[in-house]
């Protein structure tokens, strides 16, 4: 028979680095989880992704034991990492200035990475999304679009 679930957290932790200081710690110890055994199996699991930020989701069951799953690192995160800028350096005005650029080889690099967590079926409705997330931190999208050619 399944466990009884009895709740969900999310946290968006770097890789390789979790730790029981906040917010780690207040967040998995409000539900009575085993903070450290979380560390240890977090840690091992994204040892080769060290220093990026993931988010992850972790199912609590009614017995204290729990399950997690990791996502892909965020869209914005990704953008930076192509624009090659310091992530939190978006535009104040994103429709008036821009401060950075993308190509659509790099917009489909990170749509394609991104496609297991997108509700989408094609990668360039992925590509979409991925564009409109860089437009609305104040990046331009240089080029052509694939599809408009």
Same mark, same amino acid.
């Given at each position: 028979m399944a466990k009884e679930i009895d709740g969900y957290i999310k946290l968006q932790v770097k890789g390789g680095q979790a730790n029981p200081a906040p917010p780690i710690g207040p967040a998995l110890g409000s539900?009575?989880?085993n903070i450290m055994e979380f560390c240890k199996r977090f840690n091992?699991?994204?040892q080769e992704m *060290? &220093?990026?930020v993931l988010p992850v989701i972790i199912s609590v069951y009614k017995d204290k034991t729990f399950d997690f799953i990791i996502?892909?690192?965020p869209a914005a995160?990704?953008?930076f990492e192509a624009a090659k800028m310091q992530p939190g *350096? &978006?535009?104040p005005e994103p429709n008036r200035k821009k401060v950075g650029s993308v190509t659509w080889e790099q917009v489909r690099a990170i749509a394609e990475n991104k496609m297991?967590?997108?509700n989408c079926f094609t990668v360039e409705s992925a590509m979409k999304m991925i564009a409109g997330t860089a437009r609305s931190m104040g990046f331009t999208v240089e080029g052509t679009a694939p599809w408009d050619n």
């Amino acid at each position: 028979m399944a466990k009884e679930i009895d709740g969900y957290i999310k946290l968006q932790v770097k890789g390789g680095q979790a730790n029981p200081a906040p917010p780690i710690g207040p967040a998995l110890g409000s539900k009575g989880v085993n903070i450290m055994e979380f560390c240890k199996r977090f840690n091992a699991q994204t040892q080769e992704m *060290q &220093g990026k930020v993931l988010p992850v989701i972790i199912s609590v069951y009614k017995d204290k034991t729990f399950d997690f799953i990791i996502k892909t690192p965020p869209a914005a995160i990704q953008l930076f990492e192509a624009a090659k800028m310091q992530p939190g *350096q &978006g535009s104040p005005e994103p429709n008036r200035k821009k401060v950075g650029s993308v190509t659509w080889e790099q917009v489909r690099a990170i749509a394609e990475n991104k496609m297991p967590d997108l509700n989408c079926f094609t990668v360039e409705s992925a590509m979409k999304m991925i564009a409109g997330t860089a437009r609305s931190m104040g990046f331009t999208v240089e080029g052509t679009a694939p599809w408009d050619n």
